[in-house]
């Protein structure tokens, strides 16, 4: 079992930074592959970027170059740095820990980017 907490969302200006930070808690943290979806309103769930035990990533393409996924097994958290940040960023952004046939979803934190 993984409990995630996300935390570090915010209202900012379009073109600002923000870094999410996502803090699990439980066993066999670095077995899983960790991700950032996010879900806007009135819009399904999309992934936004993931990395893996081994550490490799992967972004969705509307964030590349602006989004940066990193983990830190000895401390068992995930982290989210989203610079130059647009209006349509705007969601709440959920931790997602997968392993298997089993996934594990943190509660949300809301970004909101203002023009």
């Known amino acids: 079992q993984v409990q995630l907490v996300e935390s570090g969302g915010g209202l900012v200006q379009a073109g600002g930074s923000l870094r999410l930070s996502c803090a699990a808690s439980g066993s066999s943290f670095s077995s899983y592959t960790m991700g950032w979806y996010r879900q806007a309103p009135g819009k399904q769930r999309e992934l936004v970027a993931s990395i893996t035990m081994t550490g490799t990533t992967n972004y969705a393409d509307s964030v590349k170059g602006r989004f940066t996924i990193s983990r830190d097994n000895a401390k068992k958290t995930a982290s989210l740095e989203i610079n130059s940040l647009r209006p349509e960023d705007t969601a709440v952004y959920y931790c997602?820990?997968?392993?298997?046939?089993?996934?594990?979803w943190g509660q949300g934190t809301q970004v909101t980017v203002s023009s």
């Open positions: 997602n820990a997968a392993g298997g046939v089993r996934a594990y």
